[in-house]
């Protein structure tokens, strides 16, 4: 059985094994550890990681999001139960919930819905800044473009306040 993770997210992952045997009815455990350095770039980072026993392969879509060290906001994002699939063209329906933790007045924040790829892609959605006093909740309803490629997404929300980066996915 091998191991190995795509050039997009090598720097982040690293396994205690990626290269290992296992008999018929045994188990086997692997470390994967993840790790982010300090002056590391506020972003997702997406990539794969891809196990090949007897020369059949199977890739898991992985995800990593980094956020500023320090941050004066939080973000979630729900996607509504009926629409975690979604096509080419068609709409999705989400809802975004903002909390502001660290300044007691209302302030702007610039957000930016995307939805990534693994090759690095990004399919911008919408931009827009917010007033938020201690939290907001916002309920988007997107269209997913007609160009990007079918296949497994997400939705990235990236809230922007001063140098401070916050998101979800």
Do not use: C, W
């Amino acid at each position: 059985i091998s191991l190995t993770v795509s050039d997009n997210i090598k720097e982040f992952i690293d396994f205690d094994e990626s290269l290992f045997k296992i008999n018929p009815d045994e188990e086997k455990t692997i470390t994967i550890k993840i790790s982010v350095k300090e002056d590391a770039n506020p972003n997702l980072y997406l990539g794969k990681i891809k196990v090949t026993i007897d020369g059949i392969e199977k890739e898991i879509l992985t995800a990593i999001e980094i956020d500023s060290k320090t941050s004066l906001f939080d973000v979630k994002v729900e996607i509504q139960t009926e629409d975690t699939y979604a096509m080419p063209g068609e709409m999705l329906n989400f809802n975004v919930l903002l909390y502001n933790l660290g300044s007691s007045r209302k302030v702007d924040v610039f957000i930016e819905y995307s939805i990534p790829d693994e090759y690095g892609n990004s399919y911008i959605l919408e931009k827009e800044t917010v007033a938020v006093e201690t939290q907001a909740s916002l309920i988007k309803r997107l269209k997913i473009p007609e160009d990007i490629p079918e296949g497994k997404h997400l939705i990235y929300t990236r809230i922007t306040y001063g140098q401070q980066v916050a998101s979800a996915s």
